[in-house]
Every structure is written in C-alpha cells, then in structure tokens.
C-alpha cells in the first residue's frame, strides 16, 4: 500500500498542478464525435493562434462530454477563473476567442455555451453553469463522471479522481464481500438483458476449474449507438479498474477486452492505459500485494452483429466462426477454452468502480426498486440535441426526449430503443419510464442504450425493413428459424415497401416473426421479428397505406414517391438544372423549370441545392406519389 | 489526404510472430490485411499451411466477417454508414451517390484502383448523421451535393 501511497501523492500534485495552472488551459475535446465534426483544425487554429501571439497555454485534449451535437467543443480556463465553453466552434472562431480570453480578459458571453466550476470573481457574467442546459440538468453523470475532463491518456488523472481507490476497497471486502455488494447495490448488466451481475458472478466463483476467464463485451453491435465507444475514449481506466474488480470477484486470472476493430481509437486508448497499469502495479502477479494474479488482452472483433452475444464471442477469441451455441452449459460455467468464463459489457464494468467507492447504499439512490443505478444512452435520430446521456434508470421517455434532447423539428412520431432486436414505440408509449420491464411489456428491449429518435419524415416500414435486413445479414445461419426465416420477413417487406404488398403480408408477417422468435436458437433471432411486430401493432395504419393505397405519408419509400417543382415558388435559378445527373430537370433562366419524372433518379441533389443554395430555398419538393393523384 | 503506402507481398514474418494455434487465425488474417490490404488467396494458402488447417476452413472463418476483404483495394477507400442513425438520415442515399460516381459496387474497386467502396454499419458518430469516411478522414453531416467535392479531393 505504501508505494500506492506515493502513486496517489504524485497523481494528485499532477492534477492540483494542472487545475491551480499559472498559464491558461485549453481544452479540445477529441473523442470520435469531436474530430469527425473538425476538432483537428481546430486545435490547428488554437496552437497557430497562441504561436502568432506569443502565448503560453497548456492544451488539454478530452472526450466527450455528450452533447456531441454541440461538437467541435473547445473550453478556455484562466488562472483563478472557471472554465468557459464554447460550441461548434470552427476554426476562424477559435482563433478569435482564444485572442478574447487570453489578451483581453473577456470570455465573450455571446459565443460561450456554459461554464464549469465557481465564478468567485464574476468573470463568467452572462453565461450559464454547462451543467444548468436544459440537455445536463436532468443527468446523472457517474459512469461518464470523468468523460471531458481528464485527459484519458493520462493514469494520473483518473488516480487523482479517486480513480484505484475501488480496488483497495475490494481486496479489503475480499471477493465474497464484493460480490455481496454489488447483490445489493442491485447492479443488472448493461449490455441488453439487464440480468443481474452478482449472480452470475457467483455462479462463476463457485464452479470448478483452476483457471477462470473475464471477458469485457466492448462490440456495441447495435448500428447506431456509441456509448461503450465513447466511455472507452474518455475514461478508459474506469472500465479497466471494473475489469480488474469483477476478475478479482470470480477469480479469474485471465482477461481479455473483446473489441470492434471499428473502433481503433478506443483500441488505442485502451492500449495506452494498459501499459499504464502495468507500470503502476495493476496488472501482474500479486497485485498491490493483495495475492491476486490478472493479465489482460485485447481481441480485435472483425465485424459480426452475432459476436456480441457471448457465446458467439467466445467462438471468436477462440479463432472460429462466431456462431452461438445453445446453453447450458452457461459460460459462467464453461466458456473460453471451458473455462469458467464471465462476460460483461463495458457499461457494467465502468460502474463498477463507483459502487466499490462510494457503496451499495448510496448506488441505490439512484433509479427504482429493481432497476437501480443509471443508464446511458445514445441519443440519436431526428433530434434536436444530439449526444450521449446518463440518466437514473425509471425517467420517462418523455423527458428523456424532450426535457434532454429537446424534441424534434417535426412533429414526433416514434422512438426505438434496443436497436436491431428492439422495439418501435409510439407516442402513447412516451410516459413510459424507462427499465428493463416497462420497455419489455411495451414489446420492445432495453438493450445497450441506442434510442433513435423519429418524425414523421421517418417511415417505420421503411425502418422495418431496414432492421430486418441488417439481422438478416447478420443471422450467423445455424438455425433455420433465424436464417430462412429472417429472409422471408425481408422479402415480404421489400415488396410492401415497393408498393407489391397485399393485405395477407400483414397477416404473414405477424405469424412468421412469432415463429421466428420462438424457434430460433439464440438471442439474435429470438429478438430480430421485435422491429417489424411492434411497428405492425402501433402502426398498423401506416403499413396499410403501403398495402392498399401505395402510400408512403414520410415520403421515403422510393417507389412511392415523386420530385416535384412547385410552380408557385421556384424563381428560375437554374441550380437545380446544374445538379441533376440526368438531365431530367430543364428550363431556361428565369422561367419556371420543368422536372422529368420519367428522368428523375431521385438522387436529392435538386432538393439539397434548392434549400441551401438556391434563391427560392424550398420550390423543389419530394412527396408521396398517390398525393399528386389527389390533386 | 493519406494514400496507402507500397504494399509488399510476402507474409512469412506476419506468421513467424505467432503460435501456429488455430486460435491465431483471425488476428493472422487482421495482419495480412493491415498489411496487403486485403486477404489474397496466395496469404490463404500460406496460412493454412502454417496452421495446419484447410484453406476452406480459413475461407469460412474470413467470409463470416464482414471486415475481410477478398480483393485488392484502391488508394483510397470511401466507407458510407448505413447504421440506424445514418439511415433515417438519408445514408442510403449517399450510398447510391457513391455507386452511380464510381461505378462500382460495395466491395469492390474502381478499375483506375482510385477508390475502393463499403457499406458499413455505424462508425461511431451517430450525432452527427449521415457520416462516411474516406480514409483515415470522417465527414459528418453530409450531403449529396458536398459528398461529390469531398470525393473529388482524393486523387
Ligand atoms: C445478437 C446479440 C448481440 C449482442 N451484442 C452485444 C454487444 O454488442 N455488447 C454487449 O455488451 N452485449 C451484447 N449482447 C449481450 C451479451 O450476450 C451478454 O449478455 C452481455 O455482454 C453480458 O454483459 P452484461 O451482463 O454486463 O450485460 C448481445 C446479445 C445478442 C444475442
Ligand atoms: S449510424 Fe452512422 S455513425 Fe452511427
């Protein structure tokens, strides 16, 4: 403990250091969102900005905060002031503001978004506390406490957050008494099925076998959603520190970090850190002299949907095809080369550390009976504040899209959650509070955390379809409900979609998803029918309109819809005319231009063109083709 | 912009660093495609010699996973996200953009081996939808219009 002792002494001297800076810090935040939003030329600007004045600033890149929509996001703090925010700024704004702060003393409220810490000396007047916006206020911030504030390259950081001190306590509990504590902080894990950790845990630590396995589930499989990503990215060692935990707790002295290759920052944070744990004592044998022995490895994932269900990603790691194989024998029993194997997702872990630190009891403050604790989320679709949340387990569908991500621009139509093998709900579903039963009764899934957000410019059939052909792919085809099965539900909604439905598919679709469900071997397939049953049960309507009327009210089936000009408006700019591929748009300057339908590839270009570059901005329309019949 | 740098062929000391474990087939085939750039039936049929295994069984394991790839990539390579938040975003729509510009279709290279093209299922950035990348570079939020310049940076 001595030498942690000085490890702890010199992190917090390093953070005190950092946070009492003589000179002024930058902070850019360069997680995925943040780069592929510009933040690299914007970091360009800042060190060209402070090189052309002659000034001194440390430059602090950090991960996400979670409203990624406000991406790049660039923070100043002064000695002695607090830390101002700034949103989407480009370059050429940075630039000016870091000029504003440091030679002028003014943090230029206009342009800032929020601030972070005290403001004895008044100097951050006229912009709001970050954590105040109407996106923060709601959240819940444990597992993604560190997120946008320390610098995940640094182990240091993490130490002087209290990072490690979780580990002790749990060689001071010893593995039962971790165990036991997180039975009663009531932890479910994270990664779609919400069943509770200590008990496979315990399952695991009692069966036999010399050598035993912890496996972190980093594949995030579900298109559309990044929160594993994003926690990696910013605050690596907290999902290390909870690998660490939940080895010691099982006994196992073999780790592995099973990881989409999609992700190669993530990869190469999570490299860094474990090369950092290892100089600190971490890893290795006799860990901080606690007789406890633990190494890890990081397994590259090659792209499968399938290889985030575990037994599939054992197969993996073990150098097959990732297919699933039926249970028992449990994993927790016999798993990676048959040892005793548990496998948790990076949520589960990364909460962990929080719970040993500051306690069961205080852990279940937060959520309701059965589903304590919090969630993240992404937050994503058509919605106005776009990112990544953490929020108590329980809140209402409502608040979380409205009151945090400020609702749609159109009107709102539906929201998935649970991804591929989750469920579309309906406006009647919006006060349902989130938990792993009320999602479940309402026919769909928690799952990791994906919740897309949709208006009615979005066609749920469109979206059935959409979800059936990615399972579709993805069925690993070992078991014929899942892979013929799957492909018939594609079939038959291609065809609705293109207008060829009839009104028996309806029907077809229902019993043949029911049968998929039951008869398929794992968990993909048992869920995979979950898009296509709740879109028929809540919009029923809608897919009828596709059937009968070969309608598509969003606008989105290709089939079923049209480019029009809309005479009245268009003012003859021809830009249209210089964007079409096909020739299919004519008409001279000035006068209304005529669109060839029989041309018309649909490709968009007219319609961008016209709405962000042309005079009149909205005289080129799409629209469902059975409306024009109407007229 | 970053091109691929020269590629050579041979793949013996990719093996060399590994057990000759079944276990090591995938991180095996990881390095020969860092490294070629695509798995190449010559590398298959080292590889199973190496292994011990058959070349249909490495051709099973590498066909399941859609990070593979059976031919040569171009200079440089363009990837349209098709995950949940880009396609209620219009991906798909910029994913027949790309088509009907090279020609091509997903998987495959263009013949002046300028551009390869792939689909993929969400990178990452789904607040900022639709996203493609070209690259090592990620463009976010676009559009058919700046999709065509954007491509047409990368000789
Ligand atoms: C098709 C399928 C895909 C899955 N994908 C993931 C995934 O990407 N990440 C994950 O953590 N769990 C995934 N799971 C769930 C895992 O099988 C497993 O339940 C989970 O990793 C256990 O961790 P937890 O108890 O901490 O939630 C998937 C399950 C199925 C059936
Ligand atoms: S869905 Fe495209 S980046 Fe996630």
């Known amino acids: 403990m001595n030498d942690y002792l000085k490890i702890k002494e010199s992190a917090a001297r390093k953070w005190e250091a950092l946070n009492n800076s003589k000179v002024p810090v930058i902070y850019i935040g360069m997680a995925s969102c943040g780069k592929a939003a510009g933040s690299p030329k914007v970091l360009d600007q800042i060190r060209e900005t402070l090189a052309n004045n002659n000034l001194k600033a440390k430059i602090i890149q950090v991960g996400c905060i979670g409203p990624c929509y406000l991406e790049p996001l660039m923070d100043i703090r002064l000695p002695g002031m607090p830390r101002i925010s700034y949103a989407n700024v480009i370059p050429a704004l940075a630039g000016r503001i870091v000029e504003s702060n440091l030679l002028k003393n003014d943090p230029m409220p206009k342009l800032a978004i929020g601030y972070f810490g005290d403001d004895p000396k008044g100097y951050a007047k006229g912009i709001e506390r970050f954590f105040d916006l109407p996106m923060l206020k709601p959240q819940v911030r444990i597992v993604l406490r560190n997120c946008g504030f320390i610098d995940p390259g640094e182990i240091d950081h993490y130490i002087a957050n209290e990072g490690y001190d979780a580990i002790f306590n749990a060689f001071r509990l010893g593995p039962e008494g971790v165990i036991n504590e997180i039975e009663k902080a009531g932890l479910r894990g994270r990664g779609g099925a919400g069943f509770p950790t200590y008990r496979k845990w315990r399952i695991c630590r009692e069966s036999p076998g010399k050598q035993k396995c912890m496996i972190c589930n980093a594949d995030e499989g579900d298109p559309g959603a990044f929160m594993n990503r994003s926690l990696i990215e910013g605050d690596p060692h907290a999902v290390l520190e909870g690998l660490l935990i939940a080895a010691y707790a099982i006994g196992a002295s073999i780790g592995y970090i099973y990881i989409r290759a999609e992700y190669p920052l993530a990869i190469q944070r999570l490299k860094k850190a474990i090369t950092q744990m290892r100089k600190y004592g971490f890893l290795g044998k006799n860990i901080h002299r606690s007789g406890f022995d633990f190494d890890i490895r990081i397994k590259e994932g090659a792209g499968a949907f399938v290889c985030g269900e575990e037994t599939a990603l054992i197969g993996s790691i073990e150098g097959k095809r990732g297919m699933p194989r039926s249970r028992p024998p449990f994993p927790a029993v016999s798993g990676l080369h048959g040892m005793p194997t548990i496998i948790n997702n990076v949520e589960t872990l990364g909460t962990l550390p929080n719970i040993l630190r500051e306690g069961a009891t205080w852990y279940t403050q937060f959520g309701t009976e059965g589903n304590r604790g919090t969630k993240t989320f992404s937050l994503v679709g058509k919605i106005r504040r776009a990112g990544l949340i953490e929020v108590p387990l329980g809140m209402s569908l409502r608040k979380i899209i409205f009151d945090i991500g400020g609702g749609t621009v159109k009107p709102f139509k539906a929201v998935q959650t649970g991804g591929p093998s989750g469920g579309c709900l309906s406006e009647e579903f919006l006060d349902t509070p989130v938990d792993y039963e009320s999602l479940g009764a309402a026919g769909s899934i928690m799952g990791s955390g994906g919740l897309i957000v949709m208006d009615e410019d979005t066609c749920v059939v469109d979206l059935a379809r959409y979800f059936l052909n990615f399972t579709q792919k993805e069925s690993c085809g070992k078991c014929a409900p899942c892979r013929i099965g799957t492909r018939h539900l594609v079939e038959i909604l291609e065809r609705i979609t293109k207008g060829d439905g009839v009104a028996e598919d309806l029907t077809k679709l229902q019993t043949l998803g029911e049968t998929i469900k039951r008869g398929s071997l794992c968990g993909l397939g048992q869920t995979a029918p979950n898009p296509v049953l709740t879109t028929l049960k809540y919009f029923r309507p809608e897919y009828m309109m596709h059937v009968k009327d070969k309608h598509c009210e969003a606008a989105v089936c290709r089939e079923l819809i049209e480019y029009r000009v809309v005479p009245g408006k268009c003012t003859g700019c021809q830009r249209c005319v210089d964007v079409c591929p096909t020739g299919a748009i004519t008409g001279p300057r000035s006068e209304i231009h005529n669109l060839d339908p029989k041309k018309c590839i649909k490709c968009r270009a007219c319609y961008e063109i016209c709405r962000f570059d042309a005079i009149a901005g909205d005289a080129i329309i799409i629209r469902s083709k059975r409306g024009a019949a109407n007229e | ?155």
Not at chain 2, 127 to 135: E, G, S, T
């Open chain 2, 1 to 155: 912009m970053g091109k691929r740098g020269a590629k050579k062929k041979d793949i013996s000391n990719i093996l060399s660093g590994f057990r000759d474990d079944e276990g090591n087939l995938i991180p095996i085939l990881q390095k020969i495609q860092k490294k070629l750039g695509f798995i190449s039936e010559d590398s298959v049929r080292q590889t199973a010699r190496y292994l011990r295994i058959s070349e249909n069984q490495i051709f099973g394991v590498a066909s399941f996973y859609s990070q593979f790839r059976f031919n040569e990539p171009g200079r440089n390579s363009i990837k349209v996200c098709l995950g949940t938040a880009c396609h209620v975003q219009g991906g798909q729509i910029l994913s027949e953009a790309v088509e009907r510009d090279l020609g091509i279709l997903p998987g495959q290279t263009t013949e002046d081996m300028r551009y390869d093209y792939e689909q993929v299922a969400c990178l990452g950035c789904c607040a900022l939808a639709p996203v493609i990348q070209i690259n090592d570079d990620i463009y976010s939020r676009m559009t058919v219009i700046r999709l065509k310049e954007t491509m047409d940076k990368y000789e």
